[in-house]
């Protein structure tokens, strides 16, 4: 059974940082694309960041520059860090596991988890 699990919400002014991990087990393929979600109050999903299994990255317009995906693979884990964060970043964080490639649409990801809210303050 594949379970993924978030960590690292929290608080952050204006201008600061917080890293988002996402653990994985039970995951059996060999090739996978990893994303990062969010959603705000009142707005649709919208896909973050995502990693292929060979370490390539996509970035969603908002956050090019600002944020970080990457991957440990000794520890099944894939990070998100975020500089420069913005109020408008404030919103539930989920990650999310598929075979194959990554790709921008939620309905393509097989697995997703519980999510971490992150609160952006002015």
């Known amino acids: 059974q594949v379970q993924l699990v978030e960590t690292g919400g929290g608080l952050a002014q204006a201008g600061g940082s917080l890293r988002l991990s996402c653990i994985v087990s039970g995951y059996t393929f060999s090739g996978y694309g990893m994303a990062w979600f969010r959603q705000a109050p009142g707005k649709e999903r919208e896909f973050v960041a995502g990693?292929?299994?060979?370490?390539?990255?996509w970035y969603g317009d908002s956050v090019k520059g600002r944020f970080t995906i990457s991957r440990d693979n000794a520890k099944n884990t894939v990070y998100l860090q975020m500089n420069s964060l913005k109020p408008e970043d404030t919103g539930v964080y989920y990650c999310?596991?598929?075979?194959?490639?990554?790709?921008?649409?939620?309905?393509?990801?097989?697995?997703w988890g519980q999510g971490t809210q992150v609160t952006v303050s002015s």
């Open positions: 999310a596991i598929r075979g194959g490639s990554v790709s921008f649409d939620q309905s393509d990801y097989e697995t």
């Open positions: 990693i292929r299994w060979n370490t390539a990255t």
